[in-house]
């Protein structure tokens, strides 16, 4: 499924109506360059995750992990300043693959090998200042969920 986003509010807006749709367990893959909205799409799958949003401050860049609680558990990853996957293995992350937890990982290819089968990716690109299309792979019933 390909989504395409003008704004940061569209691409929390999508980001919200993913969220809603997401149970126990899933694991949200996020991909791109640097700048290209994972972080924005990121806060939007909070929200829609029922996380207040005075509880939502920043990417977990320097913390690699934040955790929420919403209508689940929610742990939202930023794999950006890890160089391999031993580092990756170091901080304990799978332990988050393995619960309740709805598991949001950006930079998600810094631990590919470390990735459930069953798992949402999202390809992002920049097709302009404030244009993003988003690549969604995800099982049927969210692609209905998501669909207009």
């Not at 995750?49 to 934040?66: C, G, H, M, Q, W």
Request: charged share 25%; aromatic share 4%.
């Amino acid at each position: 499924m390909e989504l395409i986003s003008s704004s940061h509010e569209e691409t929390q807006k999508i980001g919200k109506a993913i969220g809603k749709l997401l149970t126990a367990g899933d694991v949200v893959c996020l991909y791109g360059d640097l700048g290209s909205g994972k972080t924005c799409l990121a806060q939007g799958i909070i929200k829609g995750l029922d996380v207040a949003e005075d509880k939502y401050l920043r990417s977990p860049t320097f913390t690699l992990i934040n955790q929420y609680k919403g209508r689940m558990p929610v742990c939202h990853l930023d794999l950006y300043r890890l160089d391999n996957i031993n580092e990756v293995e170091d901080i304990g992350i799978e332990e988050h693959m393995c619960g309740d937890e709805v598991v949001i990982i950006e930079w998600a290819e810094r631990m590919e090998k470390l990735l459930p089968e069953k798992k949402i990716d999202i390809h992002i690109s920049s097709g302009g200042i404030n244009t993003r299309k988003f690549i969604i792979s995800c099982p049927d019933n969210m692609v209905k969920g998501l669909t207009p």
